[in-house]
């Protein structure tokens, strides 16, 4: 349960002095959460009055928690499950990667009182997969991203901007897959979960979205032949930081790129919006993270 500011007893007027600005996440659960190391570590590196803290809400909670968060100082959220929907209720502005999602993760409190929601996941793919493999182009050729969730929404519209020139969706509950399709249009189609085999042919970009391979899940079998060597083979799951699906594609021969790098980028946009400087994804960030993971 929340266990901080949204709690004070009514009356109670305390308010964060307006030079230290603060920014959280929420969700439930949230305890594992790797975003306050994220932006702590930005707000040590350059010196800032600030806090990043955990903002654990009980759903049945969170209609009453949320809109006192803009009051107590904080200048904007990170939004994890289950409420990155929940809060496009609130939001005022929302900018073309949520209106495509359907979907936020970054919420912006402006001084009059509007709320800013951005899909800052989006952003922080392509920037990982960009910065780990400089050559890859979505144009190369048809993608495969396996999953149907918010995260996979984020990626097929984040790989058809790129110019991908079809993607296959394959879910375990193929309706999800044919329900993102239709959002989507003729460049996506959906695939049954027995059929991910078949779809991986001629494909230059494979992406998992799904939790499968992450600590404590089954993984995810894919087979890799060598005629599937030259697609991109792309896990957002970072914990481990290299999946067995990673490790069997590298054994195969094809580049692979691990989720953490998605988490860090996608942190960039927030913290400068809320704490007004653009920090670095670099190697000190890194191994920061990477330490919180063991």
């Known amino acids: 349960m929340i266990g901080m500011d949204p709690m004070r007893p009514e009356g109670d007027d305390r308010r964060t002095p307006p030079d230290r600005r603060r920014a959280g996440v929420i969700g439930w659960p949230i305890s594992h959460s790797l975003s306050p190391r994220i932006h702590g570590f930005w707000l040590s590196r350059h010196g800032l009055d600030g806090s990043y803290e955990i903002l654990g809400i009980e759903p049945e909670r969170f209609h009453l928690v949320f809109p006192t968060l803009p009051g107590q100082g904080f200048a904007g959220v990170n939004v994890t499950i289950p409420f990155k929907e929940w809060v496009l209720d609130y939001a005022t502005r929302v900018t073309p990667a949520v209106r495509k999602t359907g979907a936020a993760n970054t919420l912006v409190f402006a001084d009059d009182g509007t709320i800013e929601a951005d899909n800052t996941d989006v952003a922080g793919f392509l920037m990982n997969v960009k910065s780990s493999a400089p050559d890859w182009s979505a144009r190369a050729g048809p993608a495969v991203v396996i ?19 079809a993607v296959t969706v394959v879910n375990r509950t193929r309706s999800r897959a044919e329900d993102l399709c239709r959002h989507f249009g003729e460049r996506v189609r959906s695939a049954d979960w027995q059929g991910l085999d078949g779809a991986l042919d001629g494909t230059a970009t494979i992406v998992n979205t799904t939790s499968l391979g992450m600590t404590g899940q089954p993984p995810l079998e894919v087979a890799f032949t060598p005629d599937r060597r030259r697609a991109l083979v792309v896990d957002i799951v970072y914990n481990p930081l290299k999946t067995a699906f990673l490790a069997a594609a590298e054994s195969n021969g094809n580049p692979t790129v691990s989720g953490l790098g998605m988490l860090l980028h996608q942190a960039v946009p927030g913290f400068s919006a809320w704490f007004g400087v653009r920090p670095e994804v670099d190697d000190g960030l890194w191994e920061a993270v990477v330490e919180g993971l063991q």
Do not use: C, H, Q, S
């Not at 999953?147 to 991908?164: C, D, F």
């Open 147 to 165: 999953g149907a969730g918010g995260a996979a929404r984020a990626i097929v519209w984040a790989l058809l901007g790129e110019g991908a020139p």
